[in-house]
Each structure stands twice: as structure tokens, then as C-alpha cells.
Nanobody, 114 residues
Framework: QVPPVESGGGWVQPGGSLKLSCEAS????????VAWYRQTPGKQRELVAS???????NYTDSVKGRFTISRDNSEKTGYLVMNNLKPEDTAVYYC????????WGQGTQVTVSS
């Protein structure tokens, strides 16, 4: 199984924005829920947002109103638009397809600081 490839991370000042992308090679991408997670050193990986095959979305409380998850089934790609970023959003961000049995990718680092 090929892990997803995350991209789009970087350094941004508080209040800034970033758009993360997640490219998956799973042949049947459209049937799976796409999920974004984040992890900081010493902490467990946290589910940030998810979008089902029916485009139903869910967000953890701390990002509601600031982050938007989306997907493009034709491109087998998931996205996470992050606005009004805060220092506590600093983490390595990972994506995956729920229940697809795909290993974790390398993630993409997001650093929010002044």
C-alpha cells in the first residue's frame, strides 16, 4: 500500500493561512472518508477534520470556523484550508483514508509563530 503524500505546510505568522493537500493513490478514492490529523511531540495524533464520501464534514472544536476540509475525487486529493492560524495549530499534519488500510505518510509541518 502506498501512503498518502501531504504537502502545503510551512511557516506562517498568527492570523495567516495555509492550504494543505493530500494526494492518495488508492484506486477507489471516492468511497473513503478523508481525514486530517495533527501531532505535536509527546502527544497523540489528533483528528482535526474529516469529510465523508457524501461530503459530510466534521471538525474538532478548536478549528471550527477556521479550517475547511474538501475533496476532489477526480484528482484523488483531499484539502485542508486553514485560516486565522494560531500558534497552537503548530504541528505535523497528516491525512489518511479511514478504513482503507493505508500506512501513514510523512506528514507536512505547519509552524505558526511571530
Amino acid at each position: 500500500q502506498v501512503p498518502p503524500v501531504e504537502s502545503g505546510g510551512g511557516w506562517v505568522q498568527p492570523g495567516g493561512s495555509l492550504k494543505l493537500s493530500c494526494e492518495a493513490s488508492r484506486s477507489v478514492f471516492s468511497i473513503y472518508t478523508v481525514a486530517w490529523y495533527r501531532q505535536t511531540p509527546g502527544k497523540q495524533r489528533e483528528l482535526v477534520a474529516s469529510i465523508t464520501r457524501f461530503y459530510d464534514t466534521n471538525y474538532t472544536d478548536s478549528v471550527k470556523g477556521r479550517f475547511t476540509i474538501s475533496r476532489d475525487n477526480s484528482e484523488k486529493t483531499g484539502y485542508l484550508v486553514m485560516n486565522n492560524l494560531k500558534p497552537e495549530d503548530t504541528a505535523v499534519y497528516y491525512c489518511n483514508l479511514l478504513s482503507a488500510g493505508i500506512p501513514w505518510g510523512q506528514g507536512t509541518q505547519v509552524t505558526v509563530s511571530s
